[in-house]
């Protein structure tokens, strides 16, 4: 017989408890806690369902292995290529995360495109597409519209996991996607779809049949701020290679980047920018982040390296009295963590009062600045907007700031400055560099000025040409 049981399991981040818990004592956030009933099957059961894709395992010698050239299939989207390492790899489970509205489904439709082209034994590649959320006649539509319409992409609402295996045991497909996790859901788990016991199940099986029959599987995963879907946090340690699709859906540009990956780096990213007619790549994207007005207080830009690009993202602080017994922080696009650091330094090493201070930072463009080279500009950029004195938007701020108040090297201060001279940046702060690399930069047409603490740093940056 089978026993039911019950847990509470934080929609958040997983932890599981035998009780209702106000606050996660894991991830520290409260009301997350739902209950969630699973059914343990007995040991005669447990042979019976969904379980035929166990029947041919077998153990191979890793010498007699054999790598075909095909092992890799390329989207022929060099941005996403990228990202992955060199395209989607035979047999690996990718999990495409991101917001809700974001473009995760344009991206894997698009992806199709190519991907049903592509010849392998012979034959065109099939694509079994799972469109849980939406009609086939609606991804149709989108498809038509998008001029994606290859003869072997098939597509189904299927919700149920069973379901799915069965239809991926009739049509035999090589790429697998499904559309979202979240909206699939396993019979013998009791809870509703979108839990986090359901998503756990379900990723498990599409792993092992990833595995067995070789088939790419895509999942994609809706990540919610509020967190109050099971979010896709829980599997990341489960899939081949994790993908976040990141950007503000209200503009136009979109950020992929990998975050983990078996097969290729980690940090590389890809960018899109969403028109009309689906995604478009962007090949040359240092630029696109700033839109600085002159004279403005309270900004700075700086140079990041994202992988193997550089990006120019404008940062903006505002800093003014505040109306609250406790004054507010907000950090849009950097981490909030970082930006208390940066004040515990300005107010200890530089002497600034901002006991009584809201303070707000924005990172333009809607894209998060994950590297901490952006800490010399942010804390610039607040400076800029206490005194009320602008930096000229011709330079460049790039450093990480220390606890001492000593500002840090950061990588490839070389490759950034090129960037930066190419876009007409004429002056550069930036912290102490080698022999080496100082001839190198100087052969640039900006002008260098190292630091070594951020009170010059301060100085050189406000100083009114
Ligand atoms: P979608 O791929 O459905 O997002 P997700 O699957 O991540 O929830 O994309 C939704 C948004 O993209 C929607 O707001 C409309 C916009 N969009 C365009 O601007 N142009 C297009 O060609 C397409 C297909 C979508
Ligand atoms: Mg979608």
């Known amino acids: 017989m089978a026993k039911v049981k019950s847990k509470w399991v934080c929609q958040n981040c997983g932890y599981e408890t035998v009780s209702y818990l106000g606050r996660c004592p894991e991830c520290n956030q409260f009301g997350t806690f739902v209950e969630e009933t699973t059914t343990v099957l007995s040991s005669k059961e447990v042979s019976k369902p969904s379980n035929i894709i166990q029947s041919d395992i077998k153990v191979s010698k890793i010498n007699e292995i054999l790598l075909d050239e095909k092992t890799r299939f390329k989207s022929n989207i060099d941005e996403l290529d990228r990202v992955l390492g060199g395209g989607f790899v035979q047999g690996s489970l990718i999990l495409l995360a991101g917001d809700p509205g974001i473009g995760k489904s ?87 779809a979108g839990s986090v016991s359901q998503i756990r199940e379900c990723t498990n099986l599409l792993m092992r049949l990833a595995k067995q029959k070789n088939i790419t599987t895509i999942i994609i995963g809706h990540v919610t701020k509020e967190g109050n879907i099971a979010g896709p946090k829980v599997l990341e340690h489960m899939v081949d290679c994790v993908i976040n699709f990141e950007g503000d859906k209200y503009k136009q540009y979109r950020i992929l980047r990998c975050i983990k990956n078996r097969f290729g780096a980690i940090s590389e990213v890809g960018v899109f920018k969403m028109e009309d007619n689906g995604l478009v790549e962007v090949n040359s994207p240092s630029q696109i982040l700033m839109e600085q007005p002159e004279g403005a207080t309270g900004s700075a830009v700086v140079a990041t390296l994202e992988g ?23 950090a849009v696009g950097l981490e909030y963590n970082r930006l208390l650091q940066i004040l515990a330094v300005l107010e200890k090493k530089v002497g600034i009062n901002l006991s009584k201070q809201d303070v707000y930072v924005n ?7 994950i590297e901490p080279s952006y800490d010399l500009a942010l804390a610039i950029a607040i400076i800029s907007s206490i005194r009320d004195i602008s930096i000229p938007p011709t330079t460049i701020i790039i450093g990480e700031v220390g606890l001492l108040g000593e500002i840090r090297y950061v990588d490839n201060i070389e490759r950034r400055l090129k960037e930066a001279s190419k876009l007409g940046f004429k002056k550069a702060i930036i912290p102490k560099v080698n022999d080496k690399v100082y001839k190198k930069i100087k052969e640039f047409n900006i002008e260098i000025k190292q630091v070594s603490k951020l009170t010059d740093a301060i100085v050189q940056a406000l100083k009114q040409e």
Request: aromatic share 6%; proline share 3%.
């Open 363 to 369: 990172v333009v463009g809607g894209i998060d600045i």
């Open 106 to 192: 344009t991206l894997v439709l698009q992806t199709t495109k190519h991907l049903c082209e592509i010849k392998l034994k012979g034959e065109n590649l099939k694509v079994l597409y799972i469109c849980a959320e939406e009609s086939p006649l609606q991804v149709k539509l989108r498809a038509k519209r998008l001029e994606i319409e290859p003869d072997n992409l098939y597509l189904t609402n299927q919700t149920c996991i069973d379901e799915i295996i069965n239809l991926v045991e009739t049509i035999n497909p090589d790429f697998l996607i499904v559309d979202s996790i979240q909206s699939v859901y396993c019979s013998s788990v009791m809870s509703g």
């Open 308 to 330: 193997s690009r550089i990006f120019l993202h404008e940062i903006q602080a505002l800093v003014g009295s505040t109306n609250y017994s406790n004054p507010r922080r907000v």
